[in-house]
């Protein structure tokens, strides 16, 4: 629980706050960005909820955020049930962003993909018996896959739980070394025929990325939306190889798809025809690919 005698005072004055434990680690500012924004070394308060949308965002924020630093002044109950009910929140189809980010994997996001063969859980949330249950109602988790090393967070609790198969790369394995599947080589894996394994290493050696329906792109920590660049980016920091991370990323030019749904950063949705030329941008700005190449 967050602490108004720990309140920042970037905070503007009203009832939410931020407090001194924020570990900065974004999730606040990617849903709630009405509200929330980075101030030095923490986010903070810079403009108070007013409409209903802003408000139901800042209760998200505030459950999501993986080390309570969020709090209210005033407390309502109802506005903090209404939106843990919203958790896991729908996104498109049968894909939900499922909050409640872990301080384990540095408040990375994670997903779940409702599918009639069996449930895939993308990275790990929080384990927290609000989500159990929800996942309980909609059919159990049958895999979880895992992006890469640093993410994997309470995955184990929920394998154990729903007898579910863990997915991570044999380069990342010794994060979840009792994984059920371990994915070998630098080969893409079909692993249904709506769901495909693209290694994508850079960011780490086992770093992975899942295509869903040619559509959804969860990409872990190897691709987001920068929303100060109001482009897609790679990171630029905590780079395993600098290499592997250009090719990595110009291979995933040779797939369609309109989401990309990262550990960290901005989610983006946008028409696979802007989301190629993204890709292309990101290319030229980052790796000075030169333009016939991206063709
Ligand atoms: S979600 Fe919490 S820890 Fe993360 S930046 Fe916001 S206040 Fe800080």
């Not at 101030?39 to 459950?63: C, F, H, K, N």
């Not at 080390?67 to 903090?80: E, H, M, N, Q, W």
């Not at 291979?251 to 028409?271: C, M, Q």
């Not at 030329?277 to 016939?292: A, G, P």
């Amino acid at each position: 629980m967050a602490d108004q005698r720990k309140k920042l005072a970037t905070n503007v004055v009203g009832d939410f706050f931020v407090d001194s434990t924020c570990i900065n680690c974004d999730t606040c500012r990617q849903l709630a960005p009405a509200t929330f924004r980075e101030m030095g070394e923490y986010s903070a308060v810079y403009r108070q909820p007013e409409t209903e949308p802003e408000l139901q965002d800042s209760w998200r924020a505030l459950i999501a955020c993986p080390v309570g630093s969020i709090g209210t002044v005033k407390k309502d109950k109802t506005s903090l049930q209404e939106a843990m009910a919203s958790f896991p929140l729908h996104l498109e189809a049968g894909v939900y962003y499922n909050g409640f980010n872990s301080e384990k994997s540095f408040g990375a996001n994670s997903y779940i993909i409702c599918h009639q063969e069996g449930n895939w859980l993308i990275d790990s949330p929080r384990y927290v018996s609000h989500l159990v249950e929800a996942f309980e109602r909609m059919g159990g988790i049958r895999y979880i896959f895992l992006s890469h090393e640093d993410d994997v967070a309470d995955a184990a609790r929920y394998a154990r739980h729903f007898k579910a198969t863990r997915i991570i790369h044999e380069e990342d394995a010794e994060a979840m070394p009792e994984s059920e599947w371990l994915v070998r080589g630098n080969e893409p894996v079909v692993a249904t025929p709506q769901v495909q394994f693209i290694p994508v290493p850079g960011h780490t050696a086992g770093s992975l990325a899942l295509l869903y329906d040619q559509r959804f792109l969860f990409s872990g920590d190897h691709l987001w939306w920068d929303r100060d660049e109001h482009g897609l980016d790679v990171p630029s920091v905590l780079v395993w190889n600098e290499e592997q991370l250009r090719n990595s990323t110009t291979r995933l030019l040779d797939y369609s798809f309109a989401w990309v749904l990262p550990g960290h950063g901005e989610r983006i949705h946008l028409s696979p025809a802007r989301m190629k030329e993204e890709m292309q941008q990101l290319l030229r700005r980052r790796f000075k690919v030169n333009q016939q190449s991206v063709l």
